[in-house]
């Protein structure tokens, strides 16, 4: 049977393993270059890449395109949205779908790399060979001819890297340490800072000197991230068997309450995708939205548009330190909400959201005059302690949740609830052309109001099951 990394004696920072650290290191790096890539893409396809003169240099865009406008079609059929043809008409739903399908994608492939690591390579190979890739990809942003080329490789790349890492996360702690749920928030913090400081870089590189620069920056970042995870190696978990090795360890069954956990596990994937589409749509139709309303001319100067995910990350990093300290206070004093409920009061939090900017969005329309900033950071402020109470606590949920047999693999699928989530805001975004303000973005209120219901009934129905299991007396295996 599998037993928890016990790190070496003395080496806590704050409370914490100090391979935790390392970790958050190398993901705030990680994330840096992907938020550096995602706070450019939608704006350099829109104002560079899609135009003619320079779209025919791509190689292989058109069956690249082909294929991202066959995929949304069909989703467009099975979901009753649309006929389904003629998907990618213009240049700014061309743009959509491809960030859309860029954003998902990143988020599909953990689950693939996950496997690879628990089977045949191990975390740490994984880990680093998903590095090298997507440094390749962002490099290789800088040619138009391997755009094609560059989101592959930022596809294996993610999916290597991303899922491994942050199971690495949880194997530092035993499955009763309540430090887990902590140490995955102070996970994403990491994530948020390395977002405030990722679009003021490659944003100013990208928007105000050249694309191709704003690309490379965020290369430099992910190289620098392989670096502090392979420095810090000493400190996180060993390897565990794997392959022939694997096979003749001991092994512990699948009970079935190991397979209804996982299947309750697996149905949550797109209520908790509903109740991040507002969050999502900030690296997609926000930007062009914000672009088109926002007054973002300051003391004469015009404010690179990608600036918002910044705006949005120094919030986030409020709220999530924020939510933090809230449920540590709340502790204290009375017993705290099983996860499941912290993720219902998230989502009817970040509900509010996408209706200020309805709301925004029906003032212009009144008035003609553009939008105040004031709104945008409503916005971010309410999405953002929406988004605080929802993402790391459902990573901890699943961490927590899952078998430890499919630990690796359970991360990689908790990422599929981003995956369904962007893959929709990829179709949804390109309606913003076609839809008013006010009616776009009251939609995704509506949509994540109505995920905030379904976790409800799925609390009522399975918070027991998705319980830790020493609270109601399941029997424990020795270690």
Not at 39 to 57: F, K, M, N
Not at 201 to 227: C, D, N, Q, R, S
Request: glycine letters at 10%; one cysteine or more.
């Amino acid at each position: 049977m599998t037993t928890a990394f016990v790190p070496p004696a003395g080496k806590d920072i704050l409370g914490h393993p100090r391979g935790l650290w390392y970790l958050v290191f190398a993901e705030a790096w990680e994330r840096f270059s992907y938020y550096g890539m995602q706070a450019l893409l939608v704006l350099y396809l829109t104002q560079y890449l899609l135009l003619p003169e320079h779209v025919g240099a791509v190689a292989g865009f058109e069956q690249f395109k082909g294929a991202v406008a066959a995929a949304y079609g069909w989703l467009s059929q099975v979901f009753g949205i649309g006929d389904g043809s003629n998907e990618l008409a213009t240049p700014i739903a061309t743009a959509a779908a491809i960030t859309g399908v860029y954003s998902a994608g990143v988020y599909a492939t953990p689950m693939i790399g996950g496997w690879i690591a628990d089977r045949f390579l191990g975390r740490t190979v994984t880990v680093a060979l998903g590095a090298l890739f997507m440094v390749a990809g962002h490099f290789l942003m800088a040619f138009d001819v391997a755009f094609v080329a560059a989101i592959a490789c930022l596809f294996i790349g993610v999916g290597l890297f991303k899922g491994n890492i942050a199971s690495q996360v949880g194997e530092l702690y035993g499955p009763d340490d309540l430090r887990r749920t902590t140490a995955y928030q102070t996970f994403l913090l990491g994530v948020q800072i390395a977002v405030i400081v990722a679009p003021i870089v490659t944003g100013f590189l990208g928007e105000k000197i050249a694309w191709h620069y704003g690309f490379g920056a965020a290369g430099v970042g992910m190289a620098i991230a392989l670096v502090v995870y392979l420095w810090g190696r000493k400190y996180l978990p060993p390897e565990q068997p794997r392959g022939r090795a694997a096979a003749g360890a001991p092994k512990d069954k699948l009970t079935s309450r190991d397979w209804a956990t996982m299947a309750v596990l697996i149905a949550m994937l797109p209520i908790l995708a509903a109740t991040a589409i507002g969050n999502q749509e900030i690296f997609n139709a926000y930007l062009l939205w914000g672009e088109q309303n926002y007054n973002l001319v300051f003391f004469g100067e015009t404010m690179p548009v990608s600036w918002l995910v910044s705006l949005d990350a120094i919030i986030s990093t409020i709220t999530v330190g924020g939510a933090l300290v809230f449920w540590s206070v709340y502790a204290k004093y009375w017993k705290e909400p099983d996860e499941i409920i912290k993720l219902a009061i998230g989502a009817v939090i970040a509900a509010g959201a996408p209706m200020i900017l309805a709301l925004a969005s029906a003032n212009r329309a009144v008035t003609g005059e553009p939008v105040s900033l004031l709104w945008g950071i409503g916005f971010h402020v309410v999405n953002d302690i929406g988004f605080a109470m929802i993402f790391p606590v459902g990573l901890a949920l699943f961490s927590r949740a899952a078998p430890r047999q499919v630990g690796g693999l359970f991360i990689g699928i908790y990422y599929l609830h981003l995956f369904i989530c962007n893959l929709a805001t990829g179709k949804v975004a390109g309606m913003i052309e076609t839809m008013d303000g006010f009616s776009f973005w009251a939609m995704h209120a509506m949509v994540i109001a109505a995920g905030a219901v379904a976790l409800v009934v799925f609390a009522v129905l399975f918070n027991k099951l998705l319980a830790p299991k020493a609270a109601d007396a399941a029997p424990t295996a020795p270690a």
